[in-house]
């Protein structure tokens, strides 16, 4: 099913098989969102073991103020563009929200598309209700690999109250508990925490077969993911209290757009150097001719009266 080119640098391509077993031997999995191929050149030059062309994508590449009106045509280009980039990494993409909820049928009729038409190795999806694990369940059941998403669900936070922590009251943390052990029975070959207290995930993953990627969900997960433009601070604000920013791009690429408007509005750029010259002797044969401009621009001015 994978459409991944073989790798030519000696690293092998990420494998599920070889993800259980990063699990088992302690290996800790990183994973990293990616919309498109500068950024999946990245993950991939960093050796990252998943590629998420996650549903954040909306908010970070695509300007929308929230997950929820991403399409599945727009989600398919992003990933379509992240596949150019990603060889070794195993590359994953969000189901969007409405892709998925109304029945099994719409869910595999989703997720084939981004198998076939974007070359996703998997798909992801939110929440752990029987309707997801369902759907879930009927994806696997089609042949499509998928990653599991319980926690904070940004795709129905306006359900759980905003943008904030869950499972932080005990019947909270015994749903989510519940969710991630149906969604391994439905066979999710990996589940994402996000926002969850650290406690969950310290109990959860030694019960789980399959890894757990973090995310606001304690050092004990299986893996951690973070949202590529929150890493590298491509955003304004400080973002969420789980990010740990290792680079201020916004910053960076606000300096050097306004040093290149500054340099043309001052014409300091172009210089010579950016420029390009005429061979001598084809130059004076050009500036023999050079009247012709003249001419030409005559005529035109003629038809146009
Ligand atoms: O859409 C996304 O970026 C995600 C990650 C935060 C896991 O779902």
Known sequence: MSTRPSADNGRRPVTIPGLLEQKRSGRPIVMVTAYDYPSARAAEAAGVDVVLVGDSGAMTVLGYPSTVAV????????TKAARRGTEIGLLIADLPFGSYEVSDEQAVA??????????????????????SVSRARAIVGAGVPVIGHVGLTPQTATALGGYRAQGRSVESALAIARGALDLQAAGCFSIVFEAVPS??????????????????????????????HDLLGIRDGAGAKFVRRYADLQDAMNEGVARYAEDVRSRAFPTAEHGYGM???????????????????????????
Request: proline share 6%; hydrophobic share 50%.
């Open 71 to 78: 399409t599945v045509d727009e989600m398919i280009m992003l």
């Open 110 to 131: 989703t997720a084939v598309r981004f198998v076939k038409e974007a070359g996703a190795d998997g798909v992801k999806l939110e929440g752990g209700g029987p309707a």
């Open 199 to 228: 406690v969950l995930t310290d109990d959860l993953v030694p019960l789980l077969r399959i890894p757990v990627i973090g995310i606001g969900a304690g050092p004990a997960a299986d893996g951690q993911v973070l949202v590529f």
């Open 279 to 305: 061979d001598p002797a084809e130059l004076a044969r050009y500036q023999a001719r050079r009247g012709e401009i003249a001419t030409v621009a005559d005529d035109l001015a003629q038809l146009l009266r």
